[in-house]
Structures are given as structure tokens and as C-alpha cells.
RNA sequence: GGCGCUAUCGUCUAGGGGUUAGGACGUGAGAUUCUCAAUCUUAAAACACGGGUUCGAUUCCCGUUAGCGCUACCA
């Protein structure tokens, strides 16, 4: 099978319903659809499941798409933008849009009698498997309406009563192949014969006329479209094994070729339960949001379930993977989300990447979460030396209270020093604004009140220290420089003849509110210089006043 | 209850009838540093259990156990 299928490129599809927003676990199943597609040549389609049209939203699909796009996985055949045309000849791409096409497939197989009308209500259904449990037999449908004869079902048709369709099977094996797991079957007399279409109003209330659409049900519609798109290779999450059998059924009914299908494990959280809410963040745009990088996350999300060949590396951008990926190399097992190893990774891309897309994303954080102390950034956008140059330049000229170029530069170069700073000691860019808020000011008396700080203050030397450097600090006009602190330091040494943290953590508390934190050779110039450009941020000298007057 | 899937360090994994069972994250120790982070060095850490098959099984087969998924006229 797989020898006739090199032959021809393969097409792989992914198939999210827009219900809820892009999870990790089916993010990570789009970028192995993705990853298969690239290797071998073949065509990757997104195809939307918004057949269930009460839960479906339409910000869901454009949140989806720009999820996707994000993550660097973008589609060859897929549906518009609401309104755009689609690209691809197997369209259209979303389900809601295909009712059609079912409805002529259900036909077919009515009127060559693979297909029949099953009166059965939700009730009896439901006694029949209560009585399967009880008797420790599968719980399957007994078949009962399969050979109703023409008189009873038009009287159950005249009476209005409510039918599904269900595809008649026979009593075998159903077998398929999961490129992960091998060979899978299911043993004759487990496997129901499945709704194709459901009662109009979900059960006993409604009509299902296959004329004017009666609901098709999610494994047959699946199935349609698959055939239909002419995809090869069904990649999919392992919650859908057990849907397979029927599905290869309505294959066989059909007179389709089966695909080749490859089912991926679940993602679990730390308990070892399906990965939700509850652990953490699970939505690709909350990870956006936190400031992770998508080639981090790409990255992650490849290394879960999957490994090289040389069984070494672990660092690939989605573009170094497309070439080693094969799905035989995926293991079968469920695997545990592991935050640690992802904020490793999404450290290890930060320091790759370029300064000034971090200093973009980084920009946006502060933005977001300081908008308090960071009012100059949030609309630094505008205050590009092209903007500046175009208003100058316009005529009659507009007025705009802008910043000069010498000032942007200045400040740029400023915010780059806070980046090198900080960026070292953090997981995701959103941490950025919580570590450096010291350098905009902190509350002396929280300091104080700290139960370690207040340890490390409560000694002699610390007090003997502070008043030293404090003293120093008040007889000093203008910017402390670091060539300052270090003569003070040294001065500091000798007069009190404490060193080491003893005296370095009282001066590291009173101007940073901390005993721990960045270099003070870095720090000084880093407040000092802000404070004189006209940032909202005390200066040492500020910082000493605030503290030792508490 | 039924059907199915899964089982190597705490976690992600490599490996495969005979190996010192490899790597990464995390953890411990050390170096560096005023401290923290980063960085470098280093250590500890695994084949679920029981039967086979075999000269030899962690590897192949069968059970057991545990975990997970499905068990709908949801997707």
C-alpha cells in the first residue's frame, strides 16, 4: 500500500470544528499533518467542521487560521476568509457549506439498500444498552430496523414517526491500518451500524427527510469529505480510534479505497489526565499572548511525540523539521506536557532571535501590562523615523508634538539595555514587565516589611552600610555613574569592614527593593539614564531619600 | 460493564535478543558572580509485574496490573 502511494503525492487534511480556540494537542496534530505534507510533496487542506451549527462561531475559525498562520503552518487548499474565495478544486471547505453533496450520497445509498430507516427512539435505544451492560455483552445497536418490511415503514412514515439513517453492516472484522499503532481491528459483533443521519430534531420530536436534510452525523460526513478530498493518509488524534471502524465501513459501502491513518496520542497534563484549563495555559493564543515564540512552541510541540533520528537533537525550526519528519517515528503512548522543557526552549529562541522582533514583542508586553509606568511605548509605533520624516516634510507641515529623532534613538537604545538586562532571566516575554518593575519604582515600605529583607536589615552592619552609602549618595550631585558606586563600595569596605552580601544586599534592597537582581554596574547607568531622559523613574538618589526616610 | 489503545530515568524520548541502556528538560553538587538569572563542568536517576520462546530477554509472544480513549440520532 505504501509502495502504490509514493507514487502519488499524498494529501492530508486538518479538521478542526470552530468551537473554542486552537488547542495545543490539535495544533500539535495540524503541524504533523503539516510536517507529513512537506516531506513528502504532497498537499496539506484545512477543512472546517462546522456542522454543529449552535457551537460554531465564526471568530473561532478567523481566531483558528491566525493561530495556524502564527505557528508557520499554512494550508495549500482550504476555505476563504468569511467572504474570500477559497483556494483549492475539492471545495468547498467548510462542512456547513457540503449539505448537499450528503444528502446526495444518503440518497444513493438508500436506493441501493445499504442505507435503511431505523424508527428506533433514543428510549429504546438506551434499553438495549442498558440490558448489553448488564449482560457484559458489547453494547451495540441489535439491528432490529434493518429488515422492516414496506408496509410497516410506511405506516411509520404516514404515522410522521422520526427515523435516522443508519448504514446497514455486515457481521466481520473491520480492519484498518494506523501508520503509528500497526495493524488494528475490530472484532466481528462490536461495531454498531452507524447513524449516517439523525432525526431532524435530535430525537423523538423530529422529522429527518433526506431530501430536506436531515442532520448528517459527524463519522459519516468526516468520511465523505475525506473520500471526496482524496486524502491518502488520515492523521488524527487517537480519541477518533474508535470512531475508524465505522468510518471504514462507510468507505467500503461507498466502493472508496481506505486510507492509510495514523492516530496521535493524547497530550496529558502533569496528573496524567487529558491536558485542560486546569493545568495551565492550552490555547495557542494564550501562549501567544504569554510571549511565547512560535518556533518554541512548534519546536515543543514536534519533541512531544516524536524524536530524531539521531536521538539527540531537540532544537529544529519547523523548516529544518519538514525534511526528517516521518510519522513511523511517532510513538504511540500518550505524553505528558512538560512547561519546564517549553520555557527551555522558548529561552533558547529568545537568545536566538533577532533583537528587534524581541524588542517588538517585549514593547507589546509592557504595553499590555504596565501601561502605568510605560506610557512613551505604547505609541512608539508611531514614532518611527519614517513617520517623523513624512510629517516634516509634508506641506503645509502638521503639527504634531512628536519626539525628536535624537530622542527616539535615545530612548530605543535605552529599552534595549532593559531587554539585555532582564531578557536572561525569563521564561516568556509577558514575565518582562513584573521582573524590571523595580526600575520604575518600588514601594519602600513593602520592602521593608519583607520578612528576608527585614532579616538582612535588622543587622548592624546592614544599618552601619546604609547610612554609609546613603551619606555618600546625599553629598554626590547628579547621575551616580557605576565608576561612583565601586569608589563608594571600596570606601564603604574599609570604613564599616563588612563585605560580601552583608554589604551588598542592604544597598541592593534599598535601591531595588530586592536582595537579588541584575549586576549594579548595569542597573546604575540603567536608572540613572532613564530617570534623565525623562522617564517616570526615581533615581538613586530618589531611591536612597524614599528608603532610609522610612 | 464492553471495545480499543498504551507501558524505558520525575518528564519528553533514543535504542534494541548479548549495550557501561544514550540524549534533552528538570533536580543535586561545583566553577563564575555581591545576589539572582544566564553560562560552563559534574552527579544521581529508567526498561511496570508474572509466565513463556531462547544458550541468553529490557527488546519477541501471552497474561496481569495500571493509565488513557471511545462506549450518542456530539464533533
Not at 26 to 43: D, E, P, V
Not at 476 to 491: L, Q, R, S
Request: charged fraction near 25%.
Amino acid at each position: 500500500m505504501l509502495v502504490a502511494m509514493t507514487n502519488t503525492p499524498p494529501r492530508v487534511r486538518f479538521a478542526p470544528s470552530p468551537t473554542g480556540l486552537l488547542h495545543v494537542g490539535n495544533a500539535r496534530t495540524a503541524l504533523y499533518n503539516w510536517l507529513f505534507a512537506r516531506r513528502a510533496g504532497g498537499q496539506f487542506i484545512l477543512r472546517i467542521e462546522d456542522t454543529d451549527l449552535e457551537r460554531s462561531e465564526t471568530r473561532y475559525e478567523t481566531q483558528l487560521i491566525e493561530d495556524l498562520n502564527w505557528l508557520g503552518i499554512h494550508w495549500d487548499e482550504g476555505p476563504g476568509a468569511p467572504g474570500e474565495p477559497e483556494t483549492g478544486n475539492y471545495g468547498p471547505y467548510r462542512q456547513s457549506e457540503r449539505l448537499a453533496i450528503y444528502a446526495k450520497h444518503t440518497e444513493r445509498l438508500m436506493a441501493e439498500g445499504k442505507a435503511y430507516r431505523c424508527f428506533c427512539t433514543l428510549d429504546d435505544l438506551e434499553a438495549e444498552r442498558l440490558l448489553a451492560a448488564a449482560q457484559h455483552r458489547p453494547q451495540i445497536y441489535s439491528g432490529r430496523c434493518r429488515s422492516l418490511d414496506a408496509d410497516t415503514i410506511n405506516r411509520n412514515l404516514a404515522a410522521g414517526m422520526p427515523y435516522a439513517i443508519r448504514l446497514g453492516i455486515e457481521d466481520r472484522p473491520l480492519c484498518f491500518h494506523d501508520i503509528v499503532r500497526g495493524p488494528v481491528e475490530f472484532a466481528a459483533g462490536t461495531v454498531s451500524d452507524p447513524v449516517l443521519v439523525r432525526s431532524a430534531a435530535g430525537g423523538s420530536a423530529g422529522l429527518s427527510k433526506i431530501e430536506g436534510g436531515g442532520i448528517p452525523v459527524y463519522n459519516y460526513v468526516v468520511t465523505i469529505d475525506d473520500a471526496l478530498m482524496g486524502i491518502t493518509h488520515v492523521i488524527r488524534g487517537d480519541d477518533h480510534i474508535s470512531n475508524t471502524p465505522k468510518q471504514v465501513a462507510i468507505y467500503q459501502a461507498f466502493g472508496w479505497a481506505v486510507p492509510e491513518f495514523a492516530h496521535l496520542s493524547t497530550i496529558l497534563g502533569a496528573d496524567r489526565e487529558r491536558l485542560s484549563k486546569r493545568h495551565g495555559a492550552t490555547s495557542i493564543s494564550t501562549f501567544r499572548q504569554m510571549g511565547y515564540l512560535p518556533e518554541a512552541l512548534a519546536n515543543y510541540l514536534a519533541l512531544l511525540g516524536w524524536g530524531a533520528e539521531d536521538g539527540k537533537t531537540e532544537t529544529f525550526t519547523i523548516a529544518e523539521l519538514a525534511p526528517i519528519f516521518s510519522l513511523e517515528r511517532v510513538t504511540p503512548s500518550p505524553a505528558i506536557f512538560d512547561f519546564d522543557k517549553l520555557n527551555w526552549l522558548n529561552r533558547h529562541y529568545i537568545k536566538q532571535a533577532d533583537p528587534d522582533r524581541i524588542a517588538k514583542l517585549a514593547e507589546r508586553q509592557f504595553c499590555l501590562h504596565r501601561p502605568d509606568v510605560f506610557p512613551l511605548w505604547s505609541s512608539s509605533e508611531l514614532y518611527t523615523a519614517e513617520t517623523i520624516d513624512l510629517l516634516e516634510h509634508l506641506d503645509p507641515p502638521i503639527h504634531l508634538d512628536l519626539p525628536s529623532r535624537e530622542m527616539i534613538a535615545e530612548r530605543r537604545a535605552w529599552f534595549l539595555s532593559l531587554l539585555a538586562l532582564f531578557l536572561p532571566s525569563v521564561d516568556h516575554l509577558d514575565q518582562l514587565p513584573i521582573k524590571s518593575s523595580f526600575i520604575f519604582g518600588f514601594d519602600p515600605d513593602a520592602s521593608h516589611a519583607d520578612a528576608e529583607n527585614a532579616a538582612i536589615l535588622a543587622a548592624d552592619s546592614a544599618r552601619s552600610v546604609l547610612s554609609e552609602f546613603a551619606s555618600r549618595v546625599r553629598a554626590h550631585a547628579g547621575p551616580v555613574t557605576p565608576e561612583d558606586f565601586k569608589t563608594w563600595i571600596n570606601e564603604i569596605k574599609a570604613a564599616t569592614g563588612v563585605k560580601g552580601k552583608e554589604l551588598f544586599h542592604p544597598i541592593r534592597i534599598a535601591l531595588t527593593g530586592a536582595h537579588s537582581g541584575p549586576e549594579f554596574d548595569r542597573v546604575i547607568p540603567l536608572i540613572e539614564e532613564g530617570a534623565a531622559m525623562g522617564l517616570a523613574i526615581p533615581t538613586v538618589h530618589d531611591r536612597i531619600e524614599q528608603f532610609v526616610g522610612v
